[in-house]
């Protein structure tokens, strides 16, 4: 064994204090006592320490799967059969309590025996609990995996929803009473030319839970032909809903001289007890939506367009106030300009500390904490990212700063230049293209953040993008990833492009 | 005439790099300082034209006490003296041609100068140094596109922009090959006796000494040990040699024969 192995170190520092079944029996009742008294303390140690936490873990976890019960066995046995996985990781749990008695009976034995394979079991137990509590289901991924193609498949073309048709309803309506009176209504006038509807008969009893109503006979004349045809129902109380016909919307096709005929029971209809005892008048109206004219941009491609250019000057803005910031900031945060004093030294710290902790906090977070300052919109997202920006830059301008060349400096010094001059002509050539450089790398990290930051209500095209994902319109988020994806990919190119002009 | 009376410097650490250094260089000479590294021979050079604060002494430039100067004054004193370096010390972003012409900023206006607007004579001037230094096709590249000997070239060009009465040079060759080192030292020779341009130049290669120079003067632990001229270069003793790069040091031949010139 070499020294440099870490779990070696005490092996040949004391004989062992205890005999070899006695170390293994102590290691059983608290496991790692036995190689600690054996002279391997650190190996006891960890061992005691990987065992308990392991075990904790794992108690953790069984408590969680049978939440509901409350006795000690019938939480394990619930447990077990619940996630069977759960078996497993006793078993090694178990096996790596059993391996330590039998290596604290090693190490009673012999200095430096017994290998790191003890810690190569415990890594297996830490990431077998990782695999159950992050809960790893392959089966799950394997056999569900149908489920991802729609949403996929929306969002990687989502253009369906990019534009619209105007669209125009034909559409006629017949009355209906209930209950029946001794006049029921008279069905509707037709006129020639005219969509016509006519129910048979006019009025009827509602259906109730398990007691199916009046079944009425629907016929029509006079809509466009082999035209699918739905129907809406109007209550009393003006509440519209589309009829349902064995779980689905009723839709049916016109023949080819525009007529149908179907037949509906009349649908669970709630009418309050304060609307009397009727007779209540309601309207059923069958209805042909044809798209028709031009095809248009739809709202949710008008509103991305709108989002993203909003995102696009959001991130400008912020890396120009960012850039504006961070130069004057940076100077102060340059040790090679900063040292030259105790007091300019004490500038140093404090700005390099306050960059340091501005910059280790998130943009999302900075923006959530914008949200409340000056309320939700893009202005939240410009302060968040500013302030992360002048973070970024300070220190990457400062340290630019830092690794300037001297050598210039003195060599236009020695031509007889001023102060500016040397400036000009030995200081400015070698910070240009850095700060061109990182500046155009702040402003590509601007762009892309602020694509998300409206997520936490920041402004920007984020905001649409979380709010159609939630709302499961798939489309409508895939043409918000369309143009995040579109915007990205120019700006990488513009970048790089900018980049390699200037440096 | 350049004087240097009882020059000493002492850094903030308390090093002494320089103690009571006396020597002269008169118009038209190639004097040669030799030493090891630390000798002070970089102090030496940087105290002459103040880029390095002396701690006591004198510098006299053509009658003028240069460390009594001004700032204005310093300046038009720095312009007459060109100066050139082991790293060139280009800006290694900007084109050969304004490394260049930043050798005139001395006798700017200094706004126009601060708007990189050059007169045409001044363009023209540069364009003639780097003639004269053999790279007028470069002036366009970017100064780290080209090879060592060349921006050391460069930085030749950029001292005789400031048309200097004396060059120092600081261990030019140091960073560069035997042959291009050759090539730098000729130029700088060629100015010598051509444009009677005095050098000042520190070495680390007594071969390269022994070949230019028209004295020497030896430099260790920042006190003159050793002062001579190229004839007596030629005759030193181990002795001299060991007095000058101490008791260890063994003579190296770059690759040049005893007294041989190179061809």
Same mark, same amino acid.
């Given at each position: 064994?070499?020294?440099?192995?870490?779990?070696?170190?005490?092996?040949?520092?004391?004989?062992?204090?205890?005999?070899?079944?006695?170390?293994?029996?102590?290691?059983?009742?608290?496991?790692?006592?036995?190689?600690?008294?054996?002279?391997?303390?650190?190996?006891?140690?960890?061992?005691?320490?990987?065992?308990?936490?392991?075990?904790?873990?794992?108690?953790?976890?069984?408590?969680?799967?049978?939440?509901?019960?409350?006795?000690?066995?019938?939480?394990?046995?619930?447990?077990?059969?619940?996630?069977?996985?759960?078996?497993?990781?006793?078993?090694?749990?178990?096996?790596?309590?059993?391996?330590?008695?039998?290596?604290?009976?090693?190490?009673?034995?012999?200095?430096?025996?017994?290998?790191?394979?003890?810690?190569?079991?415990?890594?297996?137990?830490?990431?077998?609990?990782?695999?159950?509590?992050?809960?790893?289901?392959?089966?799950?991924?394997?056999?569900?995996?149908?489920?991802?193609?729609?949403?996929?498949?929306?969002?990687?073309?989502?253009?369906?929803?990019?534009?619209?048709?105007? +669209?125009?309803?034909?559409?006629?309506?017949?009355?209906?009473?209930?209950?029946?009176?001794?006049?029921?209504?008279?069905?509707?006038? +037709?006129?020639?030319?005219?969509?016509?509807?006519?129910?048979?008969?006019?009025?009827?009893?509602?259906?109730?839970?398990?007691?199916?109503?009046?079944?009425?006979?629907?016929?029509?004349?006079?809509?466009?032909?082999?035209?699918?045809?739905?129907?809406?129902?109007?209550?009393?109380?003006?509440?519209?809903?589309?009829?349902?016909?064995?779980?689905?919307?009723?839709?049916?096709?016109?023949?080819?001289?525009?007529?149908?005929?179907?037949?509906?029971?009349?649908?669970?209809?709630?009418?309050?007890?304060?609307?009397?005892?009727?007779?209540?008048?309601?309207?059923? +109206?069958?209805?042909?939506?044809?798209?028709?004219?031009?095809?248009?941009?739809?709202?949710?491609?008008?509103?991305?367009?709108?989002?993203?250019?909003?995102?696009?000057?959001?991130?400008?803005?912020?890396?120009?106030?960012?850039?504006?910031?961070?130069?004057?900031?940076?100077?102060?945060?340059?040790?090679?300009?900063?040292?030259?004093?105790?007091?300019?030294?004490?500038?140093?710290?404090?700005?390099?500390?306050?960059?340091?902790?501005?910059?280790?906090?998130?943009?999302?977070?900075?923006?959530?904490?914008?949200?409340?300052?000056?309320?939700?919109?893009?202005?939240?997202?410009?302060?968040?990212?500013?302030?992360?920006?002048?973070?970024?830059?300070?220190?990457?301008?400062?340290?630019?700063?830092?690794?300037?060349?001297?050598?210039?400096?003195?060599?236009?010094?020695?031509?007889?230049?001023?102060?500016?001059?040397?400036?000009?002509?030995?200081?400015?050539?070698?910070?240009?293209?850095?700060?061109?450089?990182?500046?155009?790398?702040?402003?590509?990290?601007?762009?892309?953040?602020?694509?998300?930051?409206?997520?936490?209500?920041?402004?920007?095209?984020?905001?649409?993008?979380?709010?159609?994902?939630?709302?499961?319109?798939?489309?409508?988020?895939?043409?918000?990833?369309?143009?995040?994806?579109?915007?990205?990919?120019?700006?990488?190119?513009?970048?790089?492009?900018?980049?390699?002009?200037?440096? | 005439?350049?004087?240097?009376?009882?020059?000493?410097?002492?850094?903030?650490?308390?090093?002494?790099?320089?103690?009571?250094?006396?020597?002269?260089?008169?118009?038209?000479?190639?004097?040669?300082?030799?030493?090891?590294?630390?000798?002070?021979?970089?102090?030496?050079?940087?105290?002459?034209?103040?880029?390095?604060?002396?701690?006591?002494?004198?510098?006299?430039?053509?009658?003028?006490?240069?460390?009594?100067?001004?700032?204005?004054?310093?300046?038009?004193?720095?312009?007459?003296?060109?100066?050139?370096?082991?790293?060139?010390?280009?800006?290694?972003?900007?084109?050969?041609?304004?490394?260049?012409?930043?050798?005139?900023?001395?006798?700017?206006?200094?706004?126009?100068?601060?708007?990189?607007?050059?007169?045409?004579?001044?363009?023209?001037?540069?364009?003639?140094?780097?003639?004269?230094?053999?790279?007028?096709?470069?002036?366009?590249?970017?100064?780290?596109?080209?090879?060592?000997?060349?921006?050391?070239?460069?930085?030749?060009?950029?001292?005789?922009?400031?048309?200097?009465?004396?060059?120092?040079?600081?261990?030019?060759?140091?960073?560069?090959?035997?042959?291009?080192?050759?090539?730098?030292?000729? @130029?700088?020779?060629?100015?010598?006796?051509?444009?009677?341009?005095?050098?000042?130049?520190?070495? @680390?290669?007594?071969?390269?000494?022994?070949?230019?120079?028209?004295?020497?003067?030896?430099?260790?632990?920042?006190?003159?040990?050793?002062?001579?001229?190229?004839?007596?270069?030629?005759?030193?003793?181990?002795?001299?040699?060991?007095?000058?790069?101490?008791?260890?040091?063994?003579?190296?031949?770059?690759?040049?024969?005893?007294?041989?010139?190179?061809?």
């Amino acid at each position: 064994m070499t020294r440099n192995q870490p779990f070696n170190k005490d092996t040949d520092v004391r004989p062992s204090l205890v005999g070899p079944t006695i170390a293994a029996l102590l290691s059983l009742i608290l496991p790692g006592l036995g190689q600690l008294l054996a002279g391997a303390s650190r190996r006891g140690l960890l061992l005691f320490f990987s065992l308990g936490s392991s075990i904790g873990l794992l108690a953790w976890r069984i408590r969680l799967a049978a939440r509901r019960e409350d006795e000690v066995v019938k939480i394990f046995l619930k447990a077990m059969s619940l996630q069977p996985f759960l078996i497993v990781l006793v078993a090694i749990v178990v096996a790596l309590w059993l391996w330590i008695a039998w290596d604290a009976r090693r190490q009673a034995q012999a200095k430096g025996a017994g290998g790191a394979g003890i810690f190569v079991l415990v890594l297996v137990v830490f990431f077998a609990l990782g695999w159950q509590i992050t809960e790893i289901d392959l089966y799950k991924a394997v056999t569900q995996i149908s489920e991802a193609g729609p949403p996929l498949m929306k969002i990687l073309w989502p253009w369906q929803k990019a534009v619209t048709q105007e +669209e125009s309803y034909t559409t006629a309506r017949a009355d209906i009473v209930t209950p029946c009176t001794d006049n029921p209504p008279a069905p509707p006038d +037709e006129v020639p030319g005219q969509p016509y509807v006519m129910v048979e008969p006019t009025c009827g009893i509602p259906s109730e839970s398990g007691k199916p109503g009046t079944v009425l006979t629907v016929t029509g004349r006079g809509y466009a032909p082999n035209t699918q045809t739905v129907f809406w129902w109007e209550d009393p109380l003006g509440g519209e809903f589309r009829i349902w016909k064995e779980g689905e919307y009723l839709q049916v096709q016109t023949d080819d001289n525009g007529a149908f005929e179907t037949q509906i029971t009349m649908p669970i209809i709630v009418i309050p007890p304060s609307a009397g005892p009727g007779p209540h008048f309601h309207h059923l +109206e069958a209805r042909q939506t044809a798209s028709v004219g031009a095809y248009k941009a739809s709202d949710e491609l008008k509103l991305a367009v709108e989002r993203m250019v909003e995102t696009i000057f959001l991130g400008l803005m912020a890396t120009l106030f960012g850039v504006v910031l961070a130069v004057p900031v940076s100077f102060t945060a340059a040790r090679n300009l900063m040292s030259t004093s105790r007091i300019t030294l004490i500038v140093y710290y404090v700005s390099r500390t306050v960059l340091n902790i501005v910059r280790s906090i998130e943009p999302l977070i900075w923006a959530i904490i914008a949200t409340v300052w000056v309320g939700l919109g893009p202005f939240a997202g410009i302060i968040a990212l500013t302030l992360h920006s002048i973070a970024a830059l300070g220190k990457l301008y400062s340290e630019s700063i830092e690794g300037i060349d001297p050598g210039p400096i003195e060599a236009i010094h020695a031509t007889g230049a001023n102060w500016l001059q040397t400036i000009m002509y030995a200081v400015v050539p070698q910070m240009i293209p850095p700060f061109v450089s990182f500046t155009i790398y702040r402003w590509d990290i601007n762009v892309r953040m602020s694509t998300i930051i409206g997520a936490v209500g920041g402004g920007g095209i984020g905001f649409l993008l979380i709010q159609w994902i939630r709302l499961l319109d798939f489309r409508a988020a895939g043409i918000a990833v369309w143009f995040i994806a579109i915007t990205v990919a120019v700006l990488d190119y513009v970048s790089a492009d900018i980049r390699q002009r200037f440096v | 005439m350049l004087e240097v009376k009882n020059l000493t410097k002492i850094y903030d650490d308390g090093t002494v790099a320089l103690k009571n250094v006396s020597f002269e260089v008169r118009d038209g000479e190639f004097l040669i300082i030799i030493g090891l590294s630390g000798s002070g021979k970089s102090t030496l050079l940087r105290c002459i034209n103040r880029l390095i604060e002396p701690t006591e002494g004198e510098i006299i430039w053509d009658g003028v006490n240069v460390t009594a100067a001004e700032a204005e004054e310093l300046r038009a004193i720095r312009r007459q003296i060109g100066m050139i370096f082991q790293q060139f010390n280009l800006v290694k972003r900007s084109s050969v041609l304004n490394n260049v012409l930043s050798g005139r900023l001395g006798y700017m206006n200094p706004w126009s100068s601060l708007l990189y607007r050059f007169s045409a004579e001044d363009l023209r001037r540069a364009q003639e140094a780097l003639e004269r230094v053999g790279i007028p096709e470069q002036a366009r590249k970017r100064a780290d596109e080209l090879s060592g000997g060349q921006q050391q070239r460069v930085g030749i060009a950029r001292a005789l922009m400031q048309e200097p009465k004396i060059i120092l040079a600081d261990e030019p060759v140091a960073s560069l090959d035997p042959v291009l080192a050759v090539s730098i030292l000729s @130029h700088l020779q060629q100015l010598n006796q051509e444009d009677g341009i005095s050098i000042l130049c520190s070495l @680390h290669y007594l071969d390269l000494v022994k070949i230019y120079a028209t004295r020497v003067i030896g430099l260790r632990g920042g006190e003159i040990v050793y002062r001579g001229t190229r004839e007596q270069i030629r005759r030193m003793t181990d002795a001299e040699f060991k007095e000058i790069y101490g008791a260890e040091a063994v003579r190296i031949s770059a690759g040049l024969g005893e007294g041989d010139e190179p061809a």
